[in-house]
């Protein structure tokens, strides 16, 4: 069934285990290989070896909003792989990066003007904590080391982003390894007053004081910056309470801390907006990025800056290199190529209304899981969302991973994390997409209470 030709059989493949699989239960999936080796992948759907539709839920892992096998995109490639298929970053340009940089940086909040790429969203966050740290040395702070993540946060595998990172089982195996003068705030996330809460919740902001907190235990003097997901992603869709990030913003002005907003997912409108910053008002001082900007299609990410961080690197002898950073990849002409036809479909077909429009039907439909006995929480923003179940007698995680299996079956690509179910559809999704993906959700956690 899954030998596609006579020469390799795909599921003795994965058995072998050749394919070292990431942030995988790998016995497991050798185990029940069913479903698990995509074929290909059209519009919203994948279809496995076995020739079985998956919708799909999470937009890939957050990243493919425009769904999957655009002609334009593969047209876009074919032609930059025909005109420029590669040029280094380093003391060189090229067009189409150019372009995409400053395009990029007119979608930011005014004043954010520079772009740094790389590849990924561990490259980008490792760039962001390096470029904080260059610009107080250079402001002759150098004292400032610090850095300040959240609770539940997520950054990448970087063993920067893996230290500023707050998800307990991407730390603990890792503990030798963090980076040095790292603390966290405590996350905004409390059940007793906020479950089932549809958008912003109301009670939180005072949670952003922590940082004060922290002030007093270090002394702002050692602190370089703070970084934080707008909405926290990875850990199950964290919405910030009203006024939170309003409040951070506040603190980090008043002692000299740079904000950095890691918008991985949350950047080229997720939110209903360019940038979460936008949909909450809040200007930081750096913005990362991935995934969206090229669809998921060709690696790339980056760190968007002010205007005041780049003038303070641009100092110096003029020969001198300002920033000893970059990647070989860095500013790739055939991410830069997708990342114009991304950008192009976002503003032809107004995808951002489009997610404003998809929002309350997502919600909608999402809270229905609300009165469901074995769910304990549901939270929604933009076209993300997250449903918490109660785990089950046989420990943390065993009931998101069953449900994940027979989302399988059922025609479902979900994205389970111990025992949080996360959604992030393709902007191209329908409205009755959305609600059958949550009808057959609401079967699933019926069937395994
Ligand atoms: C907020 C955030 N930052 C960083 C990353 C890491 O990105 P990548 O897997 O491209 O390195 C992710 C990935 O999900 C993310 O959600």
Not at 90 to 97: D, G, Y
Request: charged fraction near 20%; aromatic fraction near 8%.
């Amino acid at each position: 069934m899954t030998k596609l030709s006579n020469e390799f059989d795909f599921t003795d493949a994965l058995k072998k285990g050749a394919f070292w699989m990431p942030f995988t239960a790998n016995r497991r999936v050798k185990q029940r290989p069913d479903y698990r080796i995509m074929a290909s992948a059209k519009g919203t759907y994948y279809q496995t070896v076995e020739g079985k539709q998956l919708f799909d839920t999470l937009s890939g892992l957050w990243c493919t909003p425009l769904g999957h096998g655009n002609p334009r995109i593969a047209e876009a490639l074919k032609t930059q792989a025909e005109t420029l298929d590669f040029s280094p970053a380093f003391q060189l340009a090229n067009p189409v990066t150019l372009r995409l940089a400053e395009r990029i940086a007119n979608m930011a909040p005014d004043g954010m003007n520079h772009v740094f790429f790389g590849n990924s969203g561990s490259e980008a966050v490792d760039t962001a904590l390096k470029i904080a740290l260059g610009f107080h040395r250079l402001r002759k702070e150098g004292g400032r080391f610090r850095m300040i993540g959240r609770e539940r946060g997520y950054h990448g595998v970087g063993f920067g982003g893996m230290s500023v990172g707050g998800i307990v089982p991407n730390r603990k195996m890792f503990a030798a390894g963090m980076m040095n003068g790292v603390d966290h705030l405590r996350h905004t996330w409390d059940p007793s007053v906020m479950a089932f809460s549809k958008g912003q919740p109301e009670w939180g902001a005072e949670r952003a004081d922590d940082l004060e907190r922290l002030v007093g235990l270090h002394d702002a003097s050692t602190i370089a910056a703070v970084i934080v997901e707008p909405v926290q992603g990875s850990t199950g869709v964290l919405v910030p309470p009203v006024g939170y990030l309003q409040r951070l913003r506040e603190i980090c002005t008043k002692y000299g801390i740079l904000l950095i907003f890691d918008e991985v997912i949350t950047g080229f409108g997720r939110m209903g907006h360019g940038f979460a910053a936008q949909r909450f008002g809040v200007k930081p001082d750096m913005i990362t990025f991935a995934k969206a900007v090229t669809n998921g299609i060709v690696p790339m990410g980056g760190v968007i800056v002010t205007d005041e961080i780049y003038n303070t690197f641009m100092t110096g002898p003029e020969n001198a290199i300002e920033f000893a950073h970059g990647y070989t990849y860095s500013g790739h002409p055939l991410a830069a190529a997708v990342g114009h036809v991304v950008l192009d479909i976002m503003e032809e077909e107004n995808l951002f209304s489009k997610v404003l429009a998809l929002e309350p039907v997502l919600e909608e439909a999402i809270h229905t899981l609300d009165e469901i006995d074995s769910v304990s929480d549901v939270r929604n923003i933009g076209l993300t969302a997250a449903v918490d179940l109660k785990p089950s007698a046989e420990g943390v995680g065993v009931r998101g991973l069953e449900i994940f299996e027979r989302g399988l079956e059922a025609g479902l690509l979900l994205r389970c994390t111990g025992d949080t179910i996360s959604f992030g559809p393709p902007f191209i999704s329908t409205p009755e997409q959305l609600r059958d993906m949550v009808g057959v959700v609401r079967e699933l956690v019926i069937a395994t209470a």
